[in-house]
């Protein structure tokens, strides 16, 4: 079964950081692409960043650039996102989610994980 | 940043009933490879996003057939053709043939 368990979320200060993790089981995580899906409350959804399979290439949203980076240890089938310079803006529940690695779907998220949620607030 | 703008935002629908979904962004998804990169997805009550249907047409694993996508270049279409209760929730499309990735503002679809 094909699990992706985000952490690492909460409450932090404008100006701080925070590091997301996502932990994934059931696939063969060093052979997949991996992005970061946000979504603000009552919101809708927004693409932050993706990582290709072996790290090598990383794409940002440009509300994140400079401030967000994300990475993936291959070795201990985890993705994170390291959050620094936070705005209250990036209050959102932060999803990790796989890319489709088949040709007829290419580029889709086939498969979430349930969220963290990452609240700035003073 | 390629916009996508779905329609309409809102949806009651009368279960049985057939139901549509438009899609449109700012300029073509069509690569040059001939692959349209939109994709959709449905976020039940609750739940994360699931995906239904990759490049504009295919539909993903497990997806009932009464879900169908269509559309080429700037105008996309998903229909249900007969709504069930399990249906409800927020329908997205998202473009991925140029970062940023974008998503549309979701339809809201509930039960009349």
């Known amino acids: 079964e094909v699990q992706l368990v985000e952490s690492g979320g909460g409450l932090v200060q404008p100006g701080g950081s925070l590091r997301l993790s996502c932990v994934v089981s059931?696939?063969?995580?060093?052979?997949?692409?991996m992005a970061w899906v946000r979504q603000a409350p009552g919101k809708g959804l927004e693409w932050v960043a993706n990582?290709?399979?072996?790290?090598?290439?990383?794409y940002y949203v440009d509300s994140v650039k400079g401030r967000f980076t994300i990475s993936k240890d291959n070795a201990r089938n985890s993705l994170y996102l390291q959050m620094d310079s936070l705005r209250v803006e990036d209050t959102a529940v932060y999803h990790c989610?796989?890319?489709?690695?088949?040709?007829?779907?290419?580029?889709?998220?086939?498969?979430w994980g349930q969220g963290t949620l990452v609240t700035v607030s003073s | 940043d390629i916009v996508m703008t779905q329609s309409p935002l809102s949806l009651p629908v009368t279960p049985g009933e057939p139901a549509s979904i438009s899609c449109r962004s700012s300029?073509?998804?069509?690569?040059?490879?001939?692959?349209?990169?939109l994709h959709w997805y449905l976020q039940k009550p609750g739940q994360s996003p699931q995906l239904l249907i990759s490049?504009?047409?295919n539909r993903a694993s497990g997806v009932p057939d009464r879900f169908s996508g269509s559309g080429s270049g700037t105008d996309f279409t998903l229909k249900i053709s007969r709504v069930q209760a399990d249906d409800v929730g927020v329908y997205y499309c998202?473009?991925?043939?140029?970062?940023?990735?974008?998503f549309g503002q979701g339809t809201k679809v509930e039960i009349k």
């Open positions: 989610a796989r890319h489709c690695g088949g040709s007829i779907c290419s580029r889709a998220f086939d498969m």
């Open positions: 059931g696939f063969i995580f060093s052979n997949s692409w």
């Open positions: 990582i290709k399979a072996d790290g090598s290439e990383t």
């Open positions: 300029q073509s998804l069509l690569q040059s490879n001939g692959i349209t990169f």
């Open positions: 490049l504009g047409s």
């Open positions: 998202m473009q991925a043939l140029q970062t940023p990735w974008t």
